[in-house]
């Protein structure tokens, strides 16, 4: 039977439960995180807003037990397994999709990873991560409210390319070109310009130049100064083009399009969730492109909060984390506070902080949010 629980906010209702509900029960969920080396600052911003779910729940009988794991596939599965020794069967992490070999073993136990890879993980891992099914679905929202047909979808050749394969296939997204590119930014450039026919348009362009000063066409002058100031004349066969990449590598991706004379302004540019990343507003070229993510307003003050606390920013991570805690709670309130795996396998909806997000089958896909960057602001669209 389909159970289906629906709030305005996970963690507002979870405080509202009485201290004494937990009777003599005691959860302990353990936490996987690197909490020494190059990881380190991750792994404390995990903990530090595990602590403010906690505080939320303000319930002495839930503990998170932190271990360090460095950020190593061996210190991940010899902290895991002195928990599971401790009888501990409900861990947070770990937050590296690398970290997730050999979890297996250890049956019977649940480990919430914060990576949004879901392709070849353990049978007893559940991404939490905002996966590629999760913005693809919400990109098939944008494609049906704008109308959008003839999408281009441009993929580079990295290591999560299978995960953008599959998100294509089960969202059903139209598409009418799958490209994939090679990252190098001394190859990137032509290929680009191979996948928009950037040489046809130009030479359309010539064509047509050539043409108007061989004819006795009225406004002859006029036509060839409006040619003279285009760089290429044609369609590109697109309505629409999504980026599947990040960072400095979509600012090359949309650098090449722009010099092969395709704008935002002709084909709608959309990518993948880029978290809000500030740095998109100097792009003014680039601008608009859109992307889905999570909901930014209960972000921003989730940072807010977590900024008072403890005078520093909080990783993406952070919010993943704290909804986590909250989520693990209410399964097991639910269930009444009966540790046992199949409670991450009925069909259960919930809003956290972080918004909507879905669990059924030991899967998590979120509801996400869509946004435009334009000028120096994050438009919401839905």
Known sequence: MKVEFKYLFLIALLILTPKNALGNTIIKIGLLAPLSGEFKNIGKSIIESARIALNKIDNNKIYILPRDTKGENSVTLKQAEELYAEGIRIFIGPVFNKNLK???????????????????????????????????????????????????????????????????????????KIFYYDADPTQLTKQIEKVTKYEIRKQNLKDEIKRIENSDESNKEKKLEILNKKDTIGRIGYD????????????????????TDISPKKVTFISLNQ????????????????????????????????????????????LITYDLVGLIYYLLFQNSLEIDDKIFNKKNSFKGVSGIFKIKNRKINHELNFYEVNGESFIKIF
């Open 102 to 176: 050999g979890l297996e073993k250890f049956e019977g136990a649940t480990f919430f990873s914060l990576t949004n890879k879901v392709i070849n993980n353990p049978k007893n891992v559940i991404s939490a991560g905002i996966n590629a099914r999760s913005q693809f679905d919400a990109i098939k929202k944008y494609q049906t409210l704008n109308k959008l047909e003839e999408t281009l979808v441009l993929i580079p050749k990295k290591e999560y390319k299978e995960e953008i394969e599959q998100a294509i296939i089960k969202s059903k997204i139209k598409t009418k």
């Open 240 to 259: 629409s083009i999504i980026i599947a990449d990040f960072d400095e590598s979509l600012k090359s991706v949309t650098t090449s399009l722009l010099y």
């Open 275 to 318: 978290w809000f990343d500030e740095t998109l507003f100097k792009e003014k070229e680039s601008q608009p492109i859109s992307f889905p993510s999570i909901n930014k307003d209960n972000f921003d003050k989730f940072k807010k909060d977590y900024l008072k606390l403890y005078n520093n920013y909080p990783t993406q991570l952070s």
